[in-house]
């Protein structure tokens, strides 16, 4: 509110770019274990109904994870809960290997976690958006994001083989995971301090104001679609 428009278009705009790369990670980082889970189950002996349960694990925590990620976004501040779930599914996302290592539960419980975290993505993106964009803008905003989800998808299946192949199915989790925390210190430095409710939000659509029970109930809709 006490900026120069040039700076308040600066912040915007790195907010924006940020939002990408998180949206970006978030579909990338749930497709790693559909390509590593090949050179895992043979290392680690899963049979089929093991690899169905380490994906379904990640589903569960996610849709267990919806409703209060989407609560927390609508009640406050958004880009701390989005900061927060980069954190947790870029650790969860890290700690895979070690939790393979010590058996199937740890790497089931590794891998609800991760769900867990990313079910704050959509319902946080959602929220940012109605809090900074101008209404005439928020679809070509959503469209973009949407854009980066499937980047994101296209990107895992590109580079995750590749990683594998040059140093091992472990490494595509510690590499992913190390990239999440960049992006978390770069929100954190210039996102999520920056969307906050101590200045008037744009206009928004009456179904995506921020504190209202129907704006979180959006979130959580939208987010369904992306599991």
Same mark, same amino acid.
């Given at each position: ?10 912040r ?20 790693v274990?559909?390509?590593?889970i ?8 899963y049979?089929?109904?093991t ?6 694990a ?31 599914w870029? @650790?969860?996302? /890290?700690?895979?290997p ?5 058996? @199937?539960p ?15 993505c959509?319902?946080?993106?959602? @929220? ?36 594998? /192949? ?21 929100w954190?430095?210039? /996102? ?8 008037p ?20 809709? @939208?987010?369904l679609i992306?599991?």
């Amino acid at each position: 509110r006490d900026l120069p428009y040039p700076l308040r278009r600066q912040r915007q705009m790195c907010i924006r770019d940020g939002c990408c790369a998180i949206a970006t990670l978030c579909s990338l980082d749930r497709v790693v274990m559909s390509v590593a889970i090949l050179p895992m189950a043979a290392q680690l002996h899963y049979d089929a109904q093991t690899q169905g349960a380490i994906a379904a694990a990640f589903s569960g925590g996610y849709c267990i994870g919806l409703v209060p990620a989407g609560l927390a976004a609508a009640a406050g501040s958004p880009a701390p809960v989005l900061l927060g779930g980069l954190v947790l599914w870029s @650790l969860a996302q /890290g700690a895979t290997p070690l939790a393979a290592d010590a058996g @199937l539960p740890a790497l089931l419980a590794c891998r609800a976690l991760m769900g867990v975290g990313e079910s704050a993505c959509v319902p946080a993106l959602q @929220l940012v958006a109605a809090t900074l964009v101008p209404a005439p803008f928020r679809s070509r905003f959503w469209g973009v994001l949407s854009a980066c989800f499937s980047v994101g998808t296209m990107a895992a299946y590109v580079l995750t083989p590749a990683i594998i /192949g040059a140093a091992g199915w472990e490494s595509a989790f510690l590499v992913f995971a190390a990239a999440g925390i960049a992006v978390a210190l770069a929100w954190a430095a210039v /996102g999520a301090g920056s969307v906050s409710l101590d200045t008037p939000p744009l206009p928004a659509a009456p179904h995506l104001r921020l504190g209202g029970g129907n704006g979180a109930a959006a979130a959580v809709a @939208l987010s369904l679609i992306h599991i």
